[in-house]
């Protein structure tokens, strides 16, 4: 979230976490690509990719705008959220590819299991964690080689500008080698209005933009990301 929303109190931030399968699935990864790099999930929100990672061997750091919130205000608050995007979701069904979960139960145990990891991870290890209020983010540059962002720009282009797109995806581009983005549509199932632009703009900096189909799909429609590389600087 950007600055002139940093006032944005607990009630108004909704916690639904994917797990580290999803993540796998989502950003088309492999354990082998992923071992000895240092890896950023941001915004990471009550995602379990930090905790599972972590506990197979990896190096993940999460990173939010929730994150000044305690542990157990956020944990106080998940499971209603959860209940909440639930009732949506059965109300809605026609809007979502049921491959990945069997049925709105499945996906609700999905979602407490995600959620549930990612708070007995960060009641221990606080230090993976890092609050941050985008487009800016608190680290040095190329402290990562590979950052992960699901579920956040390009959904929201009604109420998040093309150039806090830009901004935040420059940031990115700063701190790591390489940035996935999932999915590239809106909250209503359209391909976002602001990718061409952004590719073709940041095309002009030497950054590398390819779009690739992945095998995850939930809503419809959203089964594709966009992978950024930066130039290498000499």
Known sequence: MSREE???GLEKIVFIGRTFDEYMSMFDLSLEEMKGKKILDCPAGACSFTAEGNNKGLQVTACDIAYRFATED????????????????EQAKDRYVWSYFKDVEDLKRTRLYAFNTFVQDRLVNQERYIYTELPSIPFADKSFELLLSAHFLFMYDDRLSYSFHLDTIKEFLRVAKEVRIF?????EGKRSVHINKMVAELSEYG??????RVSYEF?????TILKLTRPTLK
């Open 207 to 212: 950054v590398k933009a390819e779009e690739q």
């Open 6 to 8: 940093q006032s944005v």
């Open 74 to 89: 956020i944990a106080k608050k998940g499971e209603h959220d959860i209940e909440h995007a639930m009732r949506h979701v």
């Open 183 to 187: 999915p590239l549509i809106n909250l």
């Open 219 to 223: 809503q419809s429609g959203g089964h």
